[in-house]
């Protein structure tokens, strides 16, 4: 069974940072990941997809990075900004299905 | 149409009370899944329809839960006998077709609480 694991939970940082979120899946037998947004409440907002047979996307500040066989992506935020908090979800597509990770909240602060 | 919408946005019933939860699809869509999200989870997914079948209902918890989606279009997914467990925010997405490929674009959620 395909498990979706995202590290860290929870993550702070200041206005401006850099930063890193990782996603793991353990079977790579999958069609595509994609990467999400949660705001508080809301829905899930598509912030990319990456096809298996690609190995990165990027749209403005954000670049997600796929290597099926290690069965891992990052999703990369450049130059946080406060609007960038929420939490940030990856799924797996395998069959009918997405996997989901429990996503990582991230607070960027003034 | 402009996205996928749920009604009602938020549902609050009484334990052992009949539920139901609306789906509108994108329009021209023929794949449409429902999720369940409970608080501080990822998304677990529930059914997946292909035009009016469900072509794959494994997520479905129990025999409490069941989907329609009688004309191709609009969904309602019901809920007999709620229990407290089953307070969560109810997820739709759809997708224009089904293959594997293509991406399923979500709605805003329906948060069901059981009282």
């Known amino acids: 069974k395909q498990e979706v694991t995202q590290i860290p939970a929870a993550l702070s940082v200041p206005e401006g940072e850099n930063l890193v979120l990782n996603c793991s899946f353990t079977?790579?037998?999958?069609?595509?990941l994609q990467w999400f947004r949660q705001d508080p409440g809301k829905g899930l907002t598509s912030l990319l997809l990456?096809?298996?047979?690609?190995r990165e996307q990027t749209s403005g500040r954000l670049n997600a990075s796929l290597d099926k066989s290690s069965g891992r992506s990052t999703l990369y935020i450049a130059a946080s900004q406060p609007g960038d908090s929420a939490t940030y979800l990856c799924a797996v597509r395998q069959s009918n299905d997405m996997r989901f990770g429990a996503g990582t909240r991230l607070t960027v602060k003034p | 149409g402009a996205g996928v919408s749920q009604t009602p946005s938020n549902k609050v019933t009484e334990k052992g009370k009949y539920v139901e939860l609306r789906c509108d699809p994108i329009?021209?869509?023929?794949?449409l899944y429902w999720y369940r999200q409970s608080l501080g989870q990822g998304p677990e997914f529930l059914i997946y329809?292909?035009?009016?079948?469900?072509?794959?209902d494994s997520g479905l918890p129990n025999d409490r839960f069941f989907a329609v989606r009688p004309e191709g279009s609009v969904s309602t997914l019901k809920i007999q006998r709620t229990e407290r467990g089953d307070s969560a925010v109810y997820l739709c997405?759809?997708?224009?077709?089904?293959?594997?490929?293509?991406?399923?674009?979500f709605g805003p959620g329906t948060r069901l609480t059981v009282l």
């Open positions: 997405a759809s997708s224009l077709n089904p293959g594997q490929a293509n991406e399923q674009f």
């Open positions: 079977d790579s037998a999958i069609y595509n």
């Open positions: 329809f292909q035009g009016t079948g469900a072509a794959d």
């Open positions: 990456i096809q298996s047979s690609q």
């Open positions: 329009s021209g869509h023929t794949a």
